[in-house]
């Protein structure tokens, strides 16, 4: 059977339909893929701890961005739309559209089970050559648990995890801290 060819897009190619696109789509080694949209749960989870991280961050100096910005990792070609990025320092973007970030300090994915396999795996292979990431959270929406990686001065990366409601949701860089069944508020697990 007859399958076509595959069509390649350079990066430029790339940001210039997706600055104009009505959907957001990630780009990886000259293929796009389109992105799908989330569920209530994934909302409400994703607001929870947006409004918790606004009343934590404010007027420290970090910022927290939602799934709307778009992160790219120049060492590996991925541009993608993390749940939420947190940056440390100044933001750094990749052009002069700042609407391409290249220096989350923090990035959370909260996981639909259509994605949590590429989440957990590939996508944080790819994640890990961002040389400013210090941490990478996942959040499962359909059930409480919690996994947490976080980066040591060797470039290794340590693993907590839970599925216990009653343990603490946190984030290290930012000193971060809330029990787990808070992020979940408003949700049935």
Known sequence: MFQPALKYYTEEEYL???????????????????????????????????????NHLNGKGYEAYGANLRVNIPANSLYTYPDISIVCDKPKFADEEFDTLVNPAVIIEILPP?????????????????ESLKEYILIDSNRAHFVHYNRNNDNTWTLYETKNMQHDFF???????????????????
């Open 16 to 54: 210039a339909m997706e600055r104009v696109a009505e959907e957001k789509h990630e780009y990886y080694n000259g293929e796009i893929f389109a992105m799908s949209g989330a569920s209530f749960k994934h909302n409400k989870i994703e607001n929870n701890l947006r409004g918790f991280l606004f």
């Open 114 to 130: 259509s994605t949590a396999n590429y989440d957990r795996g590939a996508k944080f292979d790819l994640y890990r050559e961002i």
């Open 171 to 189: 984030i290290s860089v930012i000193t971060f801290k809330t029990p787990l069944s808070e992020i979940y508020t408003g949700v049935e697990i």
